[in-house]
């Protein structure tokens, strides 16, 4: 007789499906949009995007959800919904994450902040990815840490302004 799955098996199965779901999206949206080849990047909380730029002139836009951050001082996640830098459009779908963490015992989803380096953060913007069914992510590095965000809608700059 097999012995149940323990909450941290499956928590860390889930993590594995999260991070696989992760990566193939990230493969998908770096070769469709060609992101490695854009020189610079702009995101804007008030709007919730985030541009990917060449010579100036915007290639792709991408619709971005907050998921959270990690600083390099205090080495913590924080997420984005417990940060009150962010506007609360910019994690207004990250909710669902901590409500799935609260319904699961997953402490790492509803707790808003907690000890932390980079893999982490990596991990649960791949949580966040895979839950919400995102079109990529990103992480952008800041001055104490990381900004991790998730791409819930991408598409050609030329695309976005036509609508």
């Not at 490695?36 to 541009?51: H, I, N, P, T």
């Not at 902040?113 to 949580?127: F, L, N, R, S, V």
Request: proline share 2%.
């Amino acid at each position: 007789m097999d012995e149940p799955e323990s909450a941290w098996e499956k928590f860390e199965a889930f993590v594995a499906d999260s991070e696989a779901y992760l990566k193939l999206v990230q493969e998908q949206t770096k070769t469709r949009f060609r992101l490695g080849a854009c020189e610079r990047y702009d995101w804007d909380q008030e709007k919730e995007s985030l541009v990917f730029s060449d010579q100036g002139i915007a290639k792709v836009v991408a619709k971005i959800q907050f998921v959270g951050s990690i600083s390099t001082v205090t080495n913590t996640w924080l997420w984005a919904w417990a940060n009150e830098s962010v506007l609360p459009g910019l994690c207004e779908r990250i909710w669902q994450v901590k409500a799935f963490g609260e319904e699961n015992g997953y402490w790492q989803l509803h707790t808003s902040k907690w000890e932390a380096d980079e893999i982490d953060g990596w991990t649960m913007t791949a949580i966040a990815a895979n839950l919400l069914q995102a079109k990529g992510a990103y992480r952008s590095p800041k001055d104490n840490g990381f900004t991790f965000m998730i791409y819930t809608q991408i598409d050609w700059a030329d695309n976005v302004q036509r609508n």
